[in-house]
């Protein structure tokens, strides 16, 4: 009975903690993928603005 008790508690505790630590990793995960993708398109903006430019002169 106790250790199925302590086993109870313990997942509470997990669940409390991991959540949060969890969420915290999907949320750094996301907004690096967000930077990278934003990093992406305005590396393609720099060279294709030029591009459409000269291609429309």
């Not at 997942?11 to 969890?22: A, E, K």
């Not at 603005?49 to 000269?54: A, D, G, R, S």
């Amino acid at each position: 009975m106790m250790q199925n008790r302590k086993w109870i508690l313990t997942s509470l505790v997990m669940t409390f903690f991991g959540i949060p630590i969890l969420a915290q990793f999907l949320a750094a995960v996301i907004a690096m993928l967000g930077v990278g993708l934003a990093g992406i398109i305005e590396v393609c903006n720099i060279f294709i603005t030029p591009t459409i430019y000269l291609l429309l002169n």
